[in-house]
């Protein structure tokens, strides 16, 4: 089986479980606080190699505990880290995260070593995309090392998936580098320059990244479901009706989960399915990596789905 290559981002995530989010200039008292492995490309790895498909990941994190931490996490997963370096000149990335009592999130990140990702990260992704399926991208690395590593997987015949988070313009010439593109709503919004809230906007964005370039774009929109856009279909896949505990990842494990179907060959409407599923299970679990599914739990899920949640129908 082909693998999938993620090109991307660890952090340690500190987060603080508090009822609402504090106003500018308010002091809250939380619930509880813990540190968990994040970041969102060792996050689409860890959802990835939970669901068995061969996983590596190229990085970097500091020389210090946290490092060394989030690297015996991923290993644990099952995630090949050898194309993970280890920066002596700087600290590791983190994740400043609030949970709030819905499970929604906020979070601020410092990219540390993720941030010091360069041409010396993509010679080791070199060596791997040979027998990668897809690569998956996001863009808590610097953009430049992004639009290369597209660059080098487009050359060898190998499908890029990018994850455009956190939002930022993208350059024009990425985007028909991409086989597909992964943005949630704010994500779209920042890309297209309109609101995007319900089923029409987010095909209408949809059609703008395609136009672009993109083979498809697929707009997350959470509890309405996600939508995706060909240069010649449309298809809505509704979100699953689950108890929501945590956000965090969410869109993590759909992207991981989407990169496991797409290397298998699975059709895109099947392929998406199999990815909300993943999301919807990730929201039920507390944390970032933690929440991340097996293949069987997958696939009990689907044998047996929840309801789902109709409003982008
Ligand atoms: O997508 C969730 C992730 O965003 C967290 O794990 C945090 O590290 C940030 O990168």
Redesign the pocket.
């Given at each position: 089986m082909k693998s999938v290559v993620v090109f991307g981002?660890l952090?340690?995530?500190l987060v603080t479980r508090c009822d609402r989010f504090p106003q500018p200039g308010e002091t809250l008292v939380g619930r509880d606080f813990t540190t968990?492995?994040?970041?969102?490309?060792?996050?689409q790895a860890v959802a990835a190699a939970r669901l068995g498909v061969p996983t590596d990941l190229i990085g970097r994190v500091g020389q210090d505990d946290m490092g060394r931490s989030l690297l015996a996490n991923l290993q644990q997963a099952g995630v090949g880290c050898q194309g993970v370096a280890v920066d002596r000149d700087s600290s590791s990335?983190?994740?400043a995260?609030a949970v709030d009592g819905r499970g929604e999130?906020q979070?601020v990140?410092v990219p540390g070593a993720n941030g010091r990702v360069d041409t010396t990260d993509l010679q080791r992704l070199a060596t791997y995309l040979p027998q990668a399926g897809v690569l998956l991208l996001?863009l808590?690395v610097p953009l430049p090392a992004v639009v290369s590593a597209a660059q080098m997987a487009r050359d060898l015949g190998v499908r890029v998936m990018l994850d455009p988070?956190?939002a930022q313009a993208l350059p024009a010439d990425l985007l028909p580098l991409l086989h597909c593109i992964t943005p949630n709503q704010v994500e779209a919004e920042q890309l297209v320059g309109f609101p995007v809230g319900d089923r029409a906007s987010a095909q209408r964005a949809g059609e703008v990244l395609v136009e672009r370039g993109v083979a498809i774009a697929i707009v997350k929109l959470g509890r309405q479901g996600a939508i995706a856009v060909t240069t010649d279909q449309v298809w809505v896949q509704p979100a699953f009706s689950v108890p929501v505990v945590d956000t965090?990842?969410?869109?993590?494990a759909f992207n991981g989960g989407l990169a496991t179907a797409m290397v298998q060959g699975l059709p895109l409407p099947e392929a998406l399915r199999w990815a909300t599923a993943i999301a919807a299970l990730s929201v039920a679990q507390p944390g970032?990596?933690p929440s991340m599914p097996t293949r069987s739990t997958v696939e009990a899920f689907l044998a047996d789905p929840p309801p789902t949640i109709q409003s982008l129908a």
């Open positions: 981002s952090n340690m995530d968990v492995p994040g970041g969102k490309g060792a996050n990335g983190v994740a995260i999130n979070i990140i996001q808590e988070a956190p965090v990842a969410a869109g993590d970032a990596q």
